[in-house]
């Protein structure tokens, strides 16, 4: 729970620097990673024949998270992991109630998180989120298909590099 716990505060703090800066948006959407760069980044090779509306599905389930931290992105284990203090069997609801109390709203937008390395295998993604300004800071997120709907699912902090 620790990793998951420096994860959590860790990410958003790094993003954090990627937030508004008081540029027009003219001025800063060529700085913004896209969901073209990621594609291109992610390749078709490992992605397990994931067809472009599941690439898509993922990318933008992660980025919600992330910047709302909406409890119905998660899956129930994920959400009573980074609550921090709800129980190992709470109940969705309880389990968001906590998270929602430690969870605060990024200072960056969905646009400024960098998606990379998308691969899939037996309904589990995994993508690659850092940001642009601290590039060797990394969370490898778990995404899994249930009930056809992508939740976040799991999270793995990264410093490799440092």
């Known amino acids: 729970m620790a990793r998951r716990f420096l994860a959590a505060l860790v990410l958003p703090l790094v993003l ?63 959400l009573r992991d980074i609550s921090l203090f709800a129980e190992d069997d709470a109940t969705r609801e309880e389990a968001c109630t906590a998270w929602e109390k430690v969870y605060s709203k990024p200072l960056f937008t969905k646009e400024d998180v960098l998606l990379t390395d998308l691969t899939v295998s037996d309904g589990v993604a995994t993508v690659k989120v850092g940001s642009e300004i601290a590039p060797k800071l990394t969370t490898l997120y778990q995404v899994t298909l249930v009930e056809g709907a992508w939740l976040v699912s799991g999270d793995e902090y990264n410093t490799d590099g440092l």
């Open 16 to 78: 954090a620097g990627c937030g508004n800066d008081d540029r027009s948006g003219a001025d800063h959407a060529d700085d913004a990673p896209t969901t073209a760069t990621t594609a291109a980044t992610a390749g078709d090779a490992g992605s397990g024949g994931l067809s472009a509306a599941d690439r898509t599905a993922i990318e933008e389930t992660v980025r919600e998270f992330l910047v709302t931290g909406d409890c119905n992105l998660t899956t129930v284990e994920y």
